[in-house]
């Protein structure tokens, strides 16, 4: 079937640290992968996504590339602030196209000043 | 311009009774998913609409969970019986044409608690 695993939270960093965020996945056939963020007290939003092997996607500093032989879908950013604390899933689109998402648990971030 | 709205925001019900979740997508947009998110996990797919009709509906865990959505706008997700399983953030989402390059747009949810 198709599944996602996220990294265990909470994480906590310090501002202007780099952060990763693992993301691995199930599929079959060939997905389109997501990370979606939702900040305090606000709905799910779209950070960024890929749709290919091989594919990066890119949103406010953050970046995402699509690892077919790996499986993985992991979110970094090289230096993080205080307003990136949220909560961040890793999702798949099992078909692609048709919106129908397959989320992982989702991974708790807090930056300290 | 205004979001994915939905109501009420919080909801608490005793076990047995009926509730109704309501959600008012964004104007125009002919897709409209709903998502049950339990405590500590991800979102689930619940089902899925195209207008007026639901094109898959394969995540409703169970025949008490019915949505309609009859002018192909606002839809009305539907728990008979309620269980305190059925605790949960319900997410609306709709989006322009429901394929890949409309991005989703989610509502924040209502929370349903059963007693």
């Known amino acids: 079937g198709n599944s996602v695993t996220q990294m265990e939270g909470p994480v906590t960093l310090s501002e202007e640290a780099f952060l990763t965020i693992n993301c691995t996945y199930t599929?079959?056939?060939?997905?389109?992968l997501f990370w979606y963020v939702q900040y305090p007290g606000e709905g799910l939003q779209l950070l960024l996504k890929a749709t290919k092997a091989d594919d990066k996607g890119s949103n406010k500093g953050f970046e995402a590339t699509y690892r077919k032989e790996t499986t993985s879908f992991h979110l970094e950013k090289g230096s993080v602030q205080v307003s990136d604390s949220a909560v961040y899933f890793c999702a798949l689109e099992p078909i692609q196209g048709a919106q129908k998402l397959v989320f992982g648990q989702g991974t708790r971030l807090t930056i300290n000043p | 311009g205004a979001g994915v709205s939905q109501t009420p925001s919080n909801k608490v019900t005793e076990k047995g009774k009926y509730v109704e979740l309501r959600c008012d997508p964004i104007s125009g947009h002919t897709a409209l998913y709903w998502y049950r998110q339990s405590l500590g996990q991800g979102p689930e797919f619940l089902i899925y609409?195209?207008?007026?009709?639901?094109?898959?509906d394969s995540g409703l865990p169970n025949d008490r969970f019915f949505a309609v959505r009859p002018e192909g706008s606002v839809s009305t997700l539907k728990i008979q019986r309620t269980e305190r399983g059925d605790s949960a953030v319900y997410l609306c989402a709709s989006s322009l044409l429901g394929q890949g390059n409309s991005p989703l747009h989610f509502g924040n949810g209502t929370r349903l608690t059963v007693t």
């Open positions: 609409f195209q207008g007026t009709g639901a094109a898959d």
């Open positions: 599929a079959t056939g060939y997905p389109s």
